[in-house]
C-alpha cells in the first residue's frame, strides 16, 4: 500500500512538474509574441509615418517647385528658363554680327502674347523692334562704344563653356506694348532668366 501511495505521489508530482514546465514555455512563448508584435505595429506605423510623411514632402515639393520648362537656343547649345511673366518667350537670331565661331553673338526676343509691332524682333539689328536681347561673347571681351567689360556693362548673365550670354541693355525701353507694370515684371524675369541660362 505504501508503494503504491509513493508510486502515485511521484506520478502526480511529475504530472505537476509536466504541467509547470510546459506552462513556463507556454507564458515565455506569448512574452515573446507580445512583445514581437508589439515592435512590429511601432515599426509599420514607423514606416507609414514615414511615407505619408515623404509623399507629403514629394507633394508639397512638386506643388512649390514645378517642373521648370526652357526655351532651347538650338544655335547655341543652351537654353533660357520661363517663368510666369515671359512663359511664351521666342527668339529670332540677329544677322548684323557674328562671333569667331561663325554664330550670330546675338538673339531677338519677344513673347507671343505680346502682338504689337514695336515689340516683335525681326533678325536685323536696325529696326530694335525687339523686347529685349540675349548676348554672345567670350567673357574677357570689352564693349566696343564704352570700353567696358562686357559682364560689367551686362551684369544679368552667366559663363558657359567659355562664352558669356547676358541680357542686353534693350529689355523694355519700347513703349506702348504693354503697361509699365508688365514691362517691369517681364524685365525683373528676364534678368533672372539670364543668369540661369544652362547647356541644353
Same mark, same amino acid.
Given at each position: %500500500?505504501?508503494?503504491?501511495?509513493?508510486?502515485? &505521489? =511521484?506520478?502526480?508530482?511529475?504530472?505537476?512538474?509536466?504541467?509547470?514546465?510546459?506552462?513556463? =514555455?507556454?507564458?515565455?512563448?506569448?512574452?515573446? /509574441?507580445?512583445?514581437?508584435?508589439?515592435?512590429?505595429?511601432?515599426?509599420?506605423?514607423?514606416?507609414?509615418? !514615414?511615407?505619408?510623411? #515623404?509623399?507629403?514632402?514629394?507633394?508639397?515639393?512638386?506643388?512649390?517647385?514645378?517642373?521648370?520648362?526652357? %526655351?532651347?537656343? #538650338?544655335?547655341? $547649345?543652351?537654353?533660357?528658363?520661363? =517663368?510666369?511673366?515671359?512663359?511664351?518667350?521666342? /527668339?529670332?537670331?540677329?544677322? $548684323?554680327?557674328?562671333?569667331?565661331?561663325?554664330?550670330?553673338?546675338?538673339?531677338?526676343?519677344?513673347?507671343?502674347?505680346?502682338?504689337? !509691332?514695336?515689340?516683335?524682333?525681326?533678325?536685323?539689328?536696325?529696326?530694335?523692334?525687339?523686347?529685349?536681347?540675349?548676348?554672345?561673347?567670350?567673357? &574677357?571681351?570689352?564693349?566696343?562704344? #564704352?570700353?567696358?567689360?562686357?559682364?560689367?556693362? /551686362?551684369?544679368?548673365?552667366?559663363?558657359?563653356? &567659355?562664352?558669356?550670354?547676358?541680357?542686353?541693355?534693350?529689355? !523694355?525701353?519700347?513703349? $506702348?506694348?504693354?503697361?509699365?507694370?508688365?514691362?517691369?515684371?517681364?524685365?525683373?524675369?528676364?534678368?533672372?532668366?539670364?543668369?540661369?541660362?544652362?547647356?541644353?
Amino acid at each position: %500500500m505504501t508503494r503504491e501511495t509513493n508510486a502515485r &505521489g =511521484f506520478g502526480v508530482i511529475g504530472i505537476l512538474l509536466a504541467i509547470v514546465v510546459i506552462g513556463i =514555455f507556454v507564458a515565455g512563448g506569448w512574452i515573446v /509574441y507580445h512583445n514581437d508584435h508589439k515592435t512590429n505595429n511601432v515599426i509599420n506605423k514607423t514606416t507609414n509615418n !514615414t511615407a505619408k510623411s #515623404s509623399k507629403s514632402n514629394s507633394s508639397s515639393q512638386s506643388a512649390t517647385n514645378p517642373t521648370q520648362t526652357y %526655351m532651347d537656343i #538650338s544655335q547655341w $547649345g543652351v537654353k533660357i528658363p520661363l =517663368f510666369s511673366e515671359i512663359p511664351d518667350l521666342y /527668339y529670332v537670331v540677329g544677322t $548684323g554680327t557674328q562671333d569667331s565661331s561663325g554664330q550670330s553673338n546675338t538673339i531677338w526676343l519677344g513673347l507671343k502674347s505680346i502682338t504689337s !509691332t514695336s515689340c516683335t524682333p525681326t533678325n536685323s539689328n536696325a529696326n530694335n523692334t525687339e523686347l529685349a536681347s540675349i548676348l554672345r561673347t567670350p567673357p &574677357g571681351d570689352t564693349d566696343p562704344v #564704352s570700353g567696358k567689360p562686357i559682364s560689367t556693362k /551686362y551684369p544679368y548673365g552667366t559663363t558657359i563653356d &567659355g562664352y558669356y550670354y547676358a541680357l542686353g541693355d534693350e529689355r !523694355t525701353l519700347v513703349s $506702348g506694348c504693354a503697361s509699365q507694370n508688365t514691362l517691369n515684371s517681364i524685365d525683373a524675369a528676364l534678368r533672372s532668366a539670364a543668369q540661369k541660362i544652362v547647356n541644353d
